[in-house]
């Protein structure tokens, strides 16, 4: 029985001394409005980013973040900034959720 106890322990222990995971929801909003520091989008953007509670509700913006990056600058810059988030959410979403803009099947209608 101290054997088990002794095992299971190890396990948690292995467990609390891992890292915490990449900087939770909160980072994942402030990449999000960073790729969006230099476009004139409208507050109402912002202001869902900023409020939005899940990597889900980030990752749906996706397509307004585009267009708001590709009319202040162009759809290849949108594309490099928004393709630089992928590895944020990474721990976040599972990996078919994960497609590149630069692949053509992102879904984003223009």
Not at 10 to 28: K, N, V
Not at 37 to 45: K, M, V, Y
Not at 66 to 87: F, T
Request: aromatic share 4%; charged share 15%; hydrophobic share 40%.
């Amino acid at each position: 029985m101290h054997a088990i106890l002794k095992w299971l322990h190890s396990g948690q222990a292995l467990l609390d001394a891992q890292p915490p995971s990449t900087g939770g929801i909160g980072e994942l909003r402030r990449l999000s409005l960073d790729a969006l520091s230099d476009c004139n989008c409208n507050g109402r953007l912002r202001q869902q980013l900023a409020h939005a509670t899940t990597a889900q509700q980030i990752w749906q913006m996706r397509c307004e973040m585009y267009q708001a990056i590709a009319l202040r600058h162009c759809e290849s810059v949108a594309v490099r900034r928004l393709d630089a988030l992928l590895p944020a959410f990474e721990s976040w979403l599972p990996a078919s959720a994960l497609v590149p803009l630069g692949s053509g099947a992102h879904g984003c209608r223009q």
